[in-house]
């Protein structure tokens, strides 16, 4: 069920300011691809234009085609929340609902849509859902509970199972774990390493041991000046990316001589 | 480890849309935005078109007026009178107790202290109004008697007093324990923000805490407390209820604070739009919703401006 | 070798040891002040409680500065006569408050009984008469103004804070909402008669109309409080729900008015108080009866507020029984608001969604 995605040519504005400049790239199916880079070089931007959720911002566009299994998501007559429904996200710090529990939270994104279901097949979804995020053994017994009552890492994991909850075929996930301790962020790279054989996930990360840890390709993102748009300096199979890059620049970001 | 479930086995395609569902949702919010636009252009349209016929002067001749003007000048004069004593009291007061709560309290305590201010905001204005002439106004004769036996050579404190107390100064002093909560719970907010940097600041240079509150918490909040004060204003001017009861209708301009006579004392807009609507009609009513019209203009400047300062402190701050 | 001779020496250092007053000294004046206010103020003078009070007061002002001046230095004495005159306002804001309580409760008790909720005021002479016409008028005026009010109010909001974008006529409406926090409620009366009479003609009274004055003094409030309430969801809530592929409608209905359904109830809920207790756009609008009317569309109206008003200003020949009538009719409706005012900061403590932010 997971899809490749084909980036030709994408240009990111907020409002007139032109953040990404001229993405071109390959996401192979049932593959983790990471994007590193430093801070503000729009990697979080691009990831966001994938699913169409940087059209929340006030003012921002896109501009040149993401193809999904053969569709192009900026077609006039795509409707963005089908979009999401396909792609699903992942955010930096772990969001379940306040207001619901843990189970609410899995079937969160069936119920918010008024997909009717039935009472058993709700409870095999949750389970699966929860299974698929490593979370089902250490929450089972209380599913009735609020999803905030759980740790971060488990609030994240929570998140997961209720973006694939919705059957998507891509996961985006934006710095995942910038907000968890290492314990929790070593059981999310072990998920993604299993959710890969049924999902093509986009990893950002800035930490560049994750990146060369959970993913197969890898893409470096760059700003060419200060004020000037963020741009994609080299894309490779992450092993090629992490010993010989093409780039100088790649090389000198992943060798820690800046960034 | 697929997730399928039958009922969604084939992935709907990305044309499906959601659109109709959120252009009626949008579309309902944005109509009752519009029904606001329109509740006010209302009223002022139905203020001017029943009010502007008075300027004919035939509703103030009714009332034994030449023109509009003669019958609407010593009202708006008397609604001023009242509202600049209701401040000249609760200004002070308001800022004494916004330090109070948010600066001299314990922080347990400040916060009880709060919701007791909020209660005398939550208070009915007739019920005001109903203890300002059955308690407050007969507490105060003696005060009244002292001011005219002492000070009768200032006009303000002419006299005689009425033995019923329901004097201009009573209704004000209603007014100004109305306004305080008001004026008291926006300074308490402005207050509380003071950057704490600022304070320790000042306490760093080895300030006592009235020096701090000087140097830090009065600068920082000026324009804040500037538009409370206005604010404030803004609802003296409007109240009708607690002045309607204490004072009896009169038309007359007279700075005597502490007399009841006919002739010795004003009235306020709201006041005597309440004592006469009942009986009036036809032009009566027109001159009646005209000074409506004038009272609605001065509080709209009053909280303007209010509200005007305000913005310009955020920006400037 | 170095030369520490520079260093400061203890004897640059000002003595960091002065006079200060022991911490119980404001209590000790609090009690001298209170004794010289009780003695000499309340008795030997004869001034009864406000001499005592007004004694007390001059002792504490003058004697705990005076002190910290004579051991403490002059600032440190400015200190002490702001802290005690900043007390001192609060104290004189309590006075209202207690002795409008005091004075409700104890001239309202009396008139509180049965009857006085079972009837109403229809032929009653002296004696025997009731609220309960008052009662059902403010309870249906209240609800229909709180029915037009509340889906207009939290809509707008919605629209502010999730669509306006800061839009020019969201600006044009957050204006107008602050405009219309500032009409005076006789204006809102008067504009309510003024529509009517339209369609109605001259001297028309009916409890919808009310409802419409009280409409306007409620939108705005109801409006402001939805408006801060909504705009402390989380925007991770939004995108999650939009990255789940629910559309913008169904996130804000599912998701962000039920995080803050309880701010919101709060916002209400204190908006109903306040109308609960206006009285001018009532007079003007809904009028004045002595009899029962449920019918909002029909004939006159009178709410807890108007009786209280028209029982003192027009008691008619029985002014005893009216003027404790109207106490009664204040405590009963002091008690209404108070309960309201309790009730929306418990639903605002206890259903608030427990987030972990």
Redesign the interface.
Known sequence: ?AKSIDVSDLDIYYGDFLAVQGVTMSIKARAVTALIGPSGCGKSTFLRSLNRMHEVIPGARAEGKVMVDG?D?YDA???P???R??IGMVFQRPNPFPTMSIYENVLAGKRLNA?R?KKS?ADD?VE??L??ANLWSEVKDRLGKPGMGLSGGQQQRLCIARA??V?P?VLLMDEPCSALDPISTAAIEDLIH?LK??YTIVIVTHNMQQAARVSDDTGFFNLKATGEPGHLVEFNPTKKMFTNPDNEATESYISGRFG | ?????P??EI?????????A??A???G??????S???L??A??AA??L??GLPALDGTGAQAYGFDNIWVYVGPLLFGTLLAATIALVFAA??S???A??ISH?APRRVAKG?GW?????A??????????G????AKQLVPVYMWLEAHLSFIPLFAGPVPTSGRTMMTAGLVLA?MA?PII?AICREIFAQTPVMHQEAALALGA????MIRLAVFPYGRSGIVSAVL?GL?RA?????AV??VLSPSIVVSFNLISAEGGDSSSTI?AN???N??NA??SK?DT??FT?LV??VI??A???LG?WIAARGVKKG | MTNLSTAPTSSDMAPLQSGHLPRFAPLAVGVLAVAVGVLVGGMALGGGVAGALVLGWLTMIVVLPLWSRVVEGG??A??RL??V??????G???I??V??TW??VS?GYGALTPTFFQNSMQGVLGSGGGIYHALMGTLIVTAVATLISV???V??A???V??GNKNL??R??TF?????????????G??AY??F??FFG??VKMGFAGSVALS?LM??TV?RSSEEMLKLVPTDLREAAYALGV????T??KVVLPTAVAGIVTGVTLAI??V?????PL??TAGLTTSLNFNPFEGRMTTL?VF??SS??APGLYVDEM?SM??GA?LV??VI??LL?ILARVVGSVFAPKSGR
């Not at chain 3, 107008?176 to 809102?188: K, N, R």
């Not at chain 3, 559309?247 to 169904?250: A, G, L, N």
């Open positions: 069920m569709q998501l007559d795509v409707d929340v089908a979009v429904r396909e997909t279901l097949d979804l699966k859902s299974r698929g694939i909850a059957e075929q299993e054989s049924d | 480890m697929s997730i399928a479930d009922e969604t992935p709907p395609p990305l044309g499906t849309t959601s659109k569902g959120d009626v949702f949008r309902l919010a944005t109509a009752s935005a029904v606001i636009l509740a006010l209302g009223v139905f203020l078109a029943q002070p007061l800022l004494g107790v330090l109070v001299y202290l007791a201010i909020d209660l005398l939550a208070i009915p204005s007739v019920i005001y109004g109903l203890w002439i059955e308690f407050l324990v305080l008291t006592t805490r009235w020096e604010l803004g001017l409007g109240e009708t209820m309607a009861l709201a739009i309440a004592l609507f009942g009609s036809g009513i009646l919703i409506g009272l609605f509080t709209f009053v909280n303007f509200r | 600032r440190k400015k200190d702001v802290t005159g900043v007390w001192s306002t609060f004189l804001a309590m209202p408050l002795s409008l004075t409700v001239k889906p207009i109010g809509l707008t919605v629209y502010l999730e669509y006529f969201s044009v409406i107008l909402v602050d405009v219309m926090t500032g009409i005076p409620s006789i204006v809102a008067l504009f003024a529509l009479q339209i001259p001297g306007v939108i705005p409006v559309p913008k409608w169904r804000v209905v108080a306040r609960a207790g206006e009285t001018a007079l003007l507020p209280i008003y003192i200003q003027t109207a106490w204040a409706l002091v608001v108070m005012n």
